[in-house]
């Protein structure tokens, strides 16, 4: 009388070190596609305070002064060029983020640099049609062409 139940042989050394590395695979491509980018346009501009560190292409030097504060509450944006403080209005939905006229205060600028800096950081700000947030803490700004105008980073990032 034949039987039909087979011995069972033992896993291969690759089968046993595969199964736990495609299980973790599997796993972490799950997690990241759960999270996407990881960033969310929901998350919320509002609250911190904005510091800005790139204006178009060229790098601001760290110490910079100039930043925002969004507060949804009021519509209001306001904050620091620099020199002067500076307020305005603002409108957001999805991505799209809208910056009315900007007002400031009209305090001499010791530093030339730093009075052309506040004239080209109002101007990126009124120019504002879009932002993406390009990481934890980093806010991107965009122009209606898609073009980065201001790079800013939350808190004491």
Same mark, same amino acid.
């Given at each position: !009388?034949?039987?039909?139940?087979?011995?069972a042989?033992?896993?291969?050394?690759?089968?046993? #070190?595969?199964?736990?590395?495609?299980?973790?695979?599997? #796993?972490?491509?799950?997690?990241?596609?759960?999270?996407?980018?990881?960033? +969310?346009?929901?998350?919320?501009? *509002?609250?911190?305070?904005?510091?800005?560190?790139?204006?178009?292409? *060229?790098? &601001? /030097?760290?110490?910079? *002064?100039?930043?925002?504060?969004?507060?949804?509450?009021?519509?209001?944006? +306001?904050?620091?060029?620099?020199c002067?403080?500076?307020?305005?209005?603002?409108?957001? %939905?999805?991505?799209?983020?809208? &910056?009315?006229?900007?007002a400031? #205060?009209? !305090?001499?600028?010791?530093?030339?640099?730093?009075?052309?800096?506040?004239?080209?950081?109002?101007? /990126? =700000?009124? %120019? #504002?049609?879009?932002?993406?947030?390009?990481?934890?803490?980093? =806010? /991107?700004?965009?122009?209606?062409?898609?073009?980065?105008?201001? =790079?800013?980073?939350?808190?004491?990032?």
């Amino acid at each position: !009388m034949r039987s039909s139940a087979r011995l069972a042989r033992p896993a291969s050394p690759a089968r046993r #070190t595969a199964l736990p590395v495609l299980a973790a695979m599997v #796993t972490a491509l799950a997690a990241l596609a759960g999270c996407g980018s990881g960033i +969310s346009l929901d998350e919320p501009i *509002e609250g911190p305070a904005w510091r800005l560190v790139q204006l178009g292409d *060229e790098p &601001i /030097a760290p110490g910079g *002064e100039a930043q925002v504060q969004f507060d949804r509450s009021s519509g209001r944006v +306001s904050g620091s060029g620099g020199c002067n403080r500076i307020s305005g209005t603002f409108t957001r %939905s999805g991505s799209t983020l809208r &910056i009315g006229q900007m007002a400031a #205060t009209r !305090m001499a600028c010791l530093d030339p640099a730093r009075g052309g800096s506040e004239a080209q950081f109002v101007s /990126a =700000l009124q %120019s #504002t049609a879009s932002y993406r947030l390009a990481g934890p803490g980093r =806010l /991107a700004l965009l122009d209606a062409s898609g073009r980065t105008v201001a =790079l800013l980073n939350s808190g004491g990032r």
